[in-house]
């Protein structure tokens, strides 16, 4: 199960403007970001926060979401299997949206 996040399926929270004005110029340009704290502390609200952000900035963008916690990844196991998930993923848009 993968999840693609439109505007309308993003959870609301505390805006965090500091942070994702700080990450905003990177967007688009290529380059891996990471972002790490605590457990519980609001990396997942920042997450959405730049996903509203990106799809406010282009709307047709598609968004492939996998959450570690979620069942369905449990065997997704280092970048290799990501990437093959990746990879099946987009054919799989391809073929759909070819077809």
């Known amino acids: 199960m993968s999840i693609l996040f439109d505007k309308s399926s993003l959870p609301i929270s505390i805006p965090r403007p ?15 970001k990471v972002l790490t704290g605590q457990r519980r502390v609001g990396e997942s ?4 926060q730049l996903m509203d952000e990106i799809i406010r900035r282009e709307a ?3 968004i492939l979401y ?9 065997d997704l ?4 299997e990501l ?3 990746v990879s099946a993923y987009r054919s799989r848009r391809t ?5």
């Open 18 to 32: 500091t942070y994702i004005e700080r990450v905003s110029p990177f967007i688009g340009k290529g380059l891996i």
């Open 45 to 48: 609200h920042i997450l959405y």
């Open 60 to 62: 047709r963008t598609e």
């Open 66 to 74: 996998v959450n570690k916690e979620f069942h369905e990844f449990h």
């Open 77 to 80: 196991r280092d970048g290799d």
């Open 83 to 85: 990437y093959e998930y």
């Open 95 to 99: 073929a759909f949206t070819s077809a």
